[in-house]
């Protein structure tokens, strides 16, 4: 759950209009980044910890993510770490590719073997 892409892009023009702080989960490049390079609202980068199998049994559920309790919603520090690898290329193929045909994009490859860490 959370936001769509849309929303978060309000909520940071609304906190750099109203002077508020703010903290989201945002990945780069992009334009919204450029947008507010060197203001005051500019991207900063937050390095976690590396993702571990304790940290993530850890982590907080969504139902205390969205609790009233504070303390509920931030969980323990033994949660907090960075989410690691994520996938985020999608492909949209009207057909089937068939590598060996010749009218298969070069593209389909690059992107099937790409990976962004």
């Known amino acids: 759950g959370g936001f769509d892409y849309s929303s978060m892009i309000q909520i940071w023009e609304a906190a750099s209009a109203t002077k508020s702080n703010v903290l989201m989960y ?3 490049p992009g334009l919204l980044i450029e947008r507010y390079r060197g203001t005051d ?4 980068p937050i390095h976690l910890p590396p993702k571990t199998k ?3 049994e850890n982590r907080v559920s969504q139902s205390e993510r969205c609790s009233s309790n504070v303390t ?6 033994e949660g907090a770490c960075d989410a690691g ?5 999608k492909l949209v ?3 089937e590719c068939d590598q060996s045909d010749a009218s298969c994009s070069p593209a389909y490859l690059a992107l099937q073997n790409y990976e962004l860490s």
């Open 54 to 56: 304790e940290c993530v």
């Open 93 to 95: 193929l009207q057909n």
């Open 85 to 89: 690898s994520v996938a985020i290329v």
């Open 72 to 77: 509920e919603q931030l969980g323990s520090p």
């Open 26 to 28: 945002w990945g780069g």
């Open 41 to 44: 609202y500019e991207f900063v």
